[in-house]
């Protein structure tokens, strides 16, 4: 199985910024593509970005040019560096591994590990 641990959240102010780190153990191979999502109080879980094997990158609108994922190979990490955060940014963020033969990407339904989340809030 794959095994997905999640941290870097936190409280920051609007504005500020936060870099996620998602480290990956298990049954993973460094070619599989990872995602990010998040989910607000009250809200379904939505996709924020992925990265392919070849680092690839893939961005929800409301994300471009304030977030950006990364890959380190060596270290078997995903990133995810969010900056200019604004309130309606506040959400538990997931990491997730893509499933194989798919072409869901932007869906949950499209990855079947997940990481357990990192709470991120921020203040006005």
């Known amino acids: 199985q794959v095994q997905l641990v999640e941290s870097g959240g936190g409280l920051v102010q609007a504005g500020g910024s936060l870099r996620l780190s998602c480290a990956a153990s298990g049954r993973t191979l460094s070619s599989a593509s990872m995602g990010w999502f998040r989910q607000a109080p009250g809200k379904e879980r939505e996709f924020v970005a992925t990265?392919?094997?070849?680092?690839?990158?893939d961005y929800a609108d409301y994300v471009k040019g304030r977030f950006t994922t990364s890959r380190d190979y060596a270290k078997n990490t995903v990133y995810l560096q969010m900056n200019s955060l604004k309130p309606e940014d506040t959400a538990v963020y997931f990491c997730?591994?893509?499933?194989?033969?798919?072409?869901?990407?932007?869906?949950?339904?499209?990855?079947?590990?997940w990481g357990q989340g990192t709470q991120v809030t921020v203040s006005s």
């Open positions: 990265i392919s094997w070849s680092g690839t990158t």
């Open positions: 997730a591994h893509r499933k194989p033969l798919t072409t869901v990407v932007r869906g949950a339904n499209g990855y079947d590990y």
